[in-house]
């Protein structure tokens, strides 16, 4: 999966996975979130993430926020992954703190207050999330 139209097909399986009992972790980096996404498009392990991620930051949106495209470390690999299907550094900080409006809105207006680790809610987010990407 290398093209945007990956992106929402990706967000579909990896909604499948967690929704089917997948290890689910928010505080790690490879069993979180966005973790759970790179594992999909990467088929990465969550340990392989973790290793890559390093010790400098402790979050995907604290990494998204920090990140230098000059850097040699090996989570920018993965950002670049993300980026090539269309999962930019916004939908990143969106999708580990589960508050992205765009995606949001795609959510009944009773079902938006979510929490970021709470897998039930996680689902909910991925499925809105593949909406928006199929809709682009």
Excluded at 30 to 46: A, F, I, P
Excluded at 62 to 89: K, M
């Amino acid at each position: 999966m290398n093209d945007a139209s990956g992106l929402s097909r990706a967000l579909q399986i990896t909604a499948d996975r967690l929704a089917a009992g997948a290890r689910y972790e928010w505080g790690h980096v490879g069993r979180c979130n966005c973790g759970h996404l790179v594992q999909t498009l990467t088929e990465r392990s969550d340990v392989q993430i973790l290793r890559a991620f390093g010790q400098e930051l402790a979050e995907w949106s604290e990494h998204a926020r920090a990140r230098c495209a000059e850097t040699s470390h090996d989570v920018e690999e993965l950002f670049a992954t993300l980026a090539a299907v269309g999962c930019d550094r916004r939908h990143v900080q969106g999708l580990e703190q589960l508050d992205h409006p765009d995606v949001l809105a795609r959510l009944p207006a009773g079902e938006r207050d979510l929490r970021r680790n709470e897998r039930d809610d996680v689902v909910r987010y991925l499925r809105a999330f593949a909406e928006l990407a199929a809709s682009r």
